[in-house]
């Protein structure tokens, strides 16, 4: 079947690296995103990696991927307040062209 | 360039009323889906468009939901009659055929039905 999980909340202390995972279950993902959404705004594409790649890095931002155990993580670096949100992992699945299905979302927060 | 532009950005109405959302892709850009999101939950694909043809409505409440894009340039996603559970944010995103599968989201028209 086609889900998309993630934790609901992470806390993390300015300036510090934040690291935001997501399992999958659909083993023939061709892409795999990071999606960013602020209060009262569309989602933004952060990120997003090829299947048949381990790791994406741009600037602040490093996509692993662990294929055989289905598990995609995102780390911020540096975080800043501006980072506040919640982020969408979300797949595409390869059986149904241009279909994405996405996670619930974590939501992030920075404190001082 | 212009984004994904979408109205009304907030809408009110009570249950067993209808409702209507409008959403403008980027030029250009041939797919166009409609997604609903509940609060606390990602965006669920409602409906996907291929110029003006239906790709995907699996997901889709027929009895009450409808959509069309009848130029293949704008499209509304019309609910009728709305129930409590239709409170959400309706989001409308376009993408070009073909390329890196990016999809282009707008600022999303978030319903509440009372």
């Known amino acids: 079947g086609e889900d998309v999980e993630q934790s609901l909340f992470l806390s993390v202390r300015e300036g510090d690296s934040s690291v935001i995972n997501c399992t999958y279950t659909?083993?023939?993902?061709?892409?795999l995103y990071w999606y960013k959404q602020e209060p009262g705004a569309g989602l933004q594409l952060l990120t997003y990696?090829?299947?048949?790649?381990d790791m994406k890095q741009d600037q602040r931002l490093t996509v692993l991927l662990n294929k055989k155990d289905k598990h995609l993580s995102l780390r911020i670096a540096d975080t800043q307040t501006g980072d506040s949100a919640i982020y969408f992992c979300a797949e595409s699945i390869r059986s149904s062209a241009s279909k994405i299905i996405f996670g619930s979302g974590t939501r992030l927060s920075i404190r001082p | 360039e212009a984004g994904v532009a979408q109205s009304p950005r907030y809408k009110i109405i009570e249950k067993r009323q209808s409702v209507a959302f409008w959403c403008n892709p980027i030029s250009g850009h041939a797919t166009l889906y409609w997604y609903q999101q509940i609060l606390g939950q990602g965006p669920k694909l409602l409906i996907q468009?291929?110029?003006?043809?239906?790709?995907?409505d699996s997901q889709l409440p027929k009895d009450r939901f409808s959509a069309e894009r009848l130029k293949g340039v704008d499209s509304t996603l019309k609910i009728q009659p709305a129930k409590l559970e239709d409170s959400a944010v309706y989001l409308c995103?376009?993408?070009?055929?073909?390329?890196?599968?990016?999809?282009?989201f707008g600022p999303g028209t978030r319903l509440t039905v009372l």
């Open positions: 659909d083993s023939s993902s061709t892409y």
């Open positions: 990696i090829f299947s048949n790649m």
């Open positions: 995103a376009s993408r070009v055929a073909g390329g890196d599968n990016e999809q282009f």
């Open positions: 468009f291929q110029n003006n043809g239906v790709v995907d």
